[in-house]
Every structure is written in structure tokens, then in C-alpha cells.
Antibody
Framework: QVTLKESGPVLVKPTETLTLTCTVS??????????VSWIRQPPGKALEWLAR???????SYSTSLKSRLTISKDPSKSQVVLTMTNMDPVDTATYYC??????????????WGQGTLVTVSS | QSVLTQPPSVSGAPGQRVTISCTGS?????????VHWYQQLPGTAPQLLIF???NRPSGVPERFSGSRSGTSATLAITGLQAEDEADYYC???????????FGGGTKLTVL
């Protein structure tokens, strides 16, 4: 069974750096043509794609947030980590990690984590 | 403002057919990038509903179907059921932004 689970702080202060971890099971981060993306959703608003990393370590970031984001992976721990610097209250959202890996639709998110709500407030 | 445009809401009675549109541009859907659809039930994470424009993952009922034409895509739901009440999102890739992009979401209400 494939699962992804997000973990990290529930509350961060403005200007702090957020570090989120996605722990996966049921598949390997080293498998060819597999990737993991981070996606967020502010309360009551739409989904927003943030970043992705593939098994070959190919990385891509949202154009609008690129300067603040870093994505990395540790296959030995089955983890993908996202850091976002200079947090602001507008970054308050539920953050999801999701698997990418349908061979005919590599950019589709076929399995999602449950999400973790991060609130930015002083 | 989302790169992909969806109607904020649609509604239908049980048993009816509803459609949800997703309008993009020449840098995403119009280029030929695939469209995928997600269903988000209240208080839960999104789930993949349609991938590669027309394909259903295992377990998704045949009542759900997708299509793509030009710079737009459409999700159709036939035989509407109360359990279909949810938010629906389209997603594609934008070559100009080099990013995955989502629509603004459509809330489906079953009357």
C-alpha cells in the first residue's frame, strides 16, 4: 500500500523558515520515473503547486516562490523535505505532498498525503 | 488568479448530468499538455479522478469522464449522486511557467 505522510510544525512565526517532511512508504524514491510534489491550499482557497523532485534528483519550483523554496530527498529514509524561507501570514495553508509516477501521465498526482495545516502567526 | 479557469460552482439534481469546464491557454492545455482532474471531499485531501485527459484510475466509477479540446477540458459526471458533492480541480502543465498549474476549483452541489 502506497502512503505519504507530511510532518512539521503547526505554527511558525513571520520571517521564520518552515521545514516540512514527507515520509513515503510502499514505493522507493530511487525508482525510475517516480517523483514527489508539494502542493498547498490556503483555508477555503484553491490548490497551488509548489515544487517537485524526481528520482534522478531533477527539481522544479513554482516560478512565483522559487526564491524561497528548496526541495530535497533522502531515499535511505524515504523522505522528501521542503523548506520555505521568510514565512508570512499569507503562507498559512494545508501543505500536501503527493506522488507523481503514472507512466503515461508523469505529472499527475496519483497518491496524496493527508496534509498538514501550517499557521503563520506571531 | 489561477492559470486555469473553472466555474466557481455547478449544481444538479440526483441522476442528472453535469459538466465542469477548465479553460487554459496556448502555453498549457493548448500546447497539448495533459489535463488531470481531482475530487476533494469536504475536509479531506484531493484524490485523482481523471488522468491523461480521459483515463480513470482503478476504482473511479464510469460515471466520471474527461475530455480535452483545443485550450479547454471538461469533466462530465452522469447519474449524479449525493456523494459526488465536493470540490473539483483541473490540473495541467504550463510550458511558459515551467510549472504544474491548477484551476481555481469548482464546488459541485447536489440539489
Amino acid at each position: 500500500q502506497v502512503t505519504l505522510k507530511e510532518s512539521g510544525p503547526v505554527l511558525v512565526k513571520p520571517t521564520e523558515t518552515l521545514t516540512l517532511t514527507c515520509t513515503v512508504s510502499g514505493f522507493s524514491l530511487s525508482n525510475a520515473r517516480r517523483g514527489v510534489s508539494w502542493i498547498r491550499q490556503p483555508p477555503g482557497k484553491a490548490l497551488e503547486w509548489l515544487a517537485r523532485i524526481f528520482s534522478n534528483d531533477d527539481k522544479s519550483y513554482s516560478t512565483s516562490l522559487k526564491s524561497r523554496l528548496t526541495i530535497s530527498k533522502d531515499p535511505s529514509k524515504s523522505q522528501v523535505v521542503l523548506t520555505m524561507t521568510n514565512m508570512d501570514p499569507v503562507d498559512t495553508a494545508t501543505y500536501y505532498c503527493a506522488r507523481m509516477g503514472i507512466p503515461s501521465a508523469i505529472d499527475a498526482f496519483d497518491i496524496w498525503g493527508q496534509g498538514t495545516l501550517v499557521t503563520v502567526s506571531s | 488568479q489561477s492559470v486555469l479557469t473553472q466555474p466557481p460552482s455547478v449544481s444538479g439534481a440526483p441522476g442528472q448530468r453535469v459538466t465542469i469546464s477548465c479553460t487554459g491557454s496556448s502555453s498549457n492545455i493548448g500546447t497539448g499538455f495533459d489535463v488531470h482532474w481531482y475530487q476533494q471531499l469536504p475536509g479531506t485531501a484531493p484524490q485523482l479522478l481523471i488522468f491523461g485527459n480521459t483515463n480513470r484510475p482503478s476504482g473511479v466509477p464510469e460515471r466520471f469522464s474527461g475530455s480535452r479540446s483545443g485550450t479547454s477540458a471538461t469533466l462530465a459526471i452522469t447519474g449524479l449522486q449525493a456523494e459526488d458533492e465536493a470540490d473539483y480541480y483541473c490540473q495541467s502543465y504550463d510550458g511558459r511557467l515551467s510549472s504544474s498549474v491548477f484551476g481555481g476549483g469548482t464546488k459541485l452541489t447536489v440539489l
